[in-house]
């Protein structure tokens, strides 16, 4: 099986992997970035982190009890789009859409 094959009949697994792990590592990009950055600030690097995790930022400061400080929302949102990927692994998985290791 060429390359071409490999990720052109695997999409349906590949994009959305990718783009939980895009939203995965933006969220701690942003949750090292506010140490270092005011709460307001005009940098374009935190600007785009931020709006690129806060549609899972927001349900899960819904669910998280108030008692826990806002800073630490954005890592908490990370374990749950990683059990998000493992689920969606997990069923792929089990569906056996999930590309094979190319042996030698």
């Given at each position: 099986?060429?390359?071409?094959?490999?990720?052109?009949?695997?999409?349906?697994?590949h994009i959305p992997?990718?783009?939980?792990?895009?939203?995965?590592?933006?969220?701690?990009?942003?949750?090292?970035?506010?140490?270092?950055?005011?709460?307001?600030?005009?940098?374009?690097?935190?600007?785009?982190?931020?709006?690129?995790?806060?549609?899972?930022?927001?349900?899960?400061?819904?669910?998280?009890?108030?008692?826990?400080?806002?800073?630490?929302?954005?890592?908490?949102?990370?374990?749950?789009?990683?059990?998000?990927?493992?689920?969606?692994?997990?069923?792929?998985?089990s569906w056996g859409?999930?590309?094979?290791?190319?042996?030698?």
């Amino acid at each position: 099986m060429g390359s071409s094959e490999y990720w052109g009949s695997y999409l349906h697994f590949h994009i959305p992997n990718y783009a939980l792990s895009l939203v995965f590592y933006c969220l701690f990009g942003r949750f090292l970035l506010s140490f270092f950055l005011p709460p307001n600030t005009r940098n374009y690097i935190y600007r785009s982190f931020y709006w690129l995790t806060e549609w899972v930022v927001r349900p899960v400061a819904f669910i998280t009890p108030r008692a826990m400080p806002p800073v630490l929302l954005p890592p908490i949102a990370a374990f749950w789009i990683i059990v998000l990927r493992f689920g969606f692994y997990a069923l792929m998985f089990s569906w056996g859409q999930v590309p094979r290791a190319q042996g030698g």
